[in-house]
């Protein structure tokens, strides 16, 4: 059985901001910006290419803090979005239902963190 893939990685946060807690702060920040005006856009009755475009930089922002198992779902949902033959409104809605579920709980781990370095100026442990 494999590990299942980090909400928010710490280490990784760690290695992308040179264990800069002040810069840690900023990416969690952006993310979190990041999240809410593309999940907006993660509708299944929409275009798949606009909610594949939106999933795709979703990506892109959780890879910056080491959200690496809402990159993979936003990745899952970008392909299948980008795909020559979209799947079905309820397939994606499936499919977006889970990014979006993954996306509140790393929202909710971003905001834990994000809470830490503002209170302690530094990194917890893993």
Do not use: Y
């Not at 993310?31 to 594949?52: C, G, N, Y």
């Not at 979006?100 to 100026?121: F, I, M, P, R």
């Amino acid at each position: 059985m494999t590990a299942p893939l980090a909400l928010l990685d710490r280490n990784h946060l760690k290695s992308m901001t040179g264990n800069d807690p002040g810069l840690a702060i900023e990416i969690i920040e952006l993310f979190q910006h990041q999240a809410e005006i593309w999940s907006r856009m993660l509708d299944p009755k929409t275009d798949p290419k606009q909610w594949a475009d939106a999933a795709h930089t979703l990506k892109g922002s959780a890879l910056g803090i080491g959200a690496i198992r809402l990159a993979a779902k936003c990745e899952k949902a970008e392909k299948a979005g980008r795909a020559e033959t979209p799947p079905s409104l309820t397939a994606a809605a499936v499919l977006l239902g889970d990014v979006k579920d993954v996306l509140g709980n790393t929202l909710e781990e971003a905001a834990k963190t994000l809470h830490e370095l503002e209170s302690s100026g530094a990194f917890k442990a893993s």
